[in-house]
Each structure stands twice: as structure tokens, then as C-alpha cells.
């Protein structure tokens, strides 16, 4: 008899294709996507402002 593995993914194949094959990145930019339109109306220039104000406050 298989032993069947509980979870759905493999961990193997999860870190092969999540990490290796980039798709952090698209999780990334659907973050910063998500951010920009709820807290900054979809303005990327006041999102923008917003980072270099607050780089030059801590910085």
C-alpha cells in the first residue's frame, strides 16, 4: 500500500516553485497593488511622497 501525505502540497514542490521560481515577487506586488489602491486612492505619485517623507523623517 501508498502511504498518502495529509497535506496537498509537498513542501519540496512549495518551496521549488514559491521560492525558487519567483513567485514571492507576485505576492509582493500584489501587496503593495492592495496598499496603493485602498490607502492611497490609486495614486502611486502620493504613495510615492508618502515613502520619501517618511525615509527622510527616519533617516
Avoid: H, R, V
Wanted: proline letters at 0%; aromatic letters at 28%.
Amino acid at each position: 500500500m501508498e502511504e498518502q501525505n495529509s497535506s496537498f502540497f509537498n513542501k519540496a514542490i512549495f518551496k521549488e516553485w514559491y521560492f525558487k521560481k519567483g513567485l514571492i515577487l507576485i505576492d509582493i506586488f500584489l501587496i503593495i497593488a492592495l496598499i496603493q489602491y485602498f490607502i492611497f486612492d490609486g495614486s502611486f505619485n502620493e504613495m510615492i511622497l508618502w515613502a520619501k517623507g517618511f525615509f527622510q523623517f527616519y533617516f
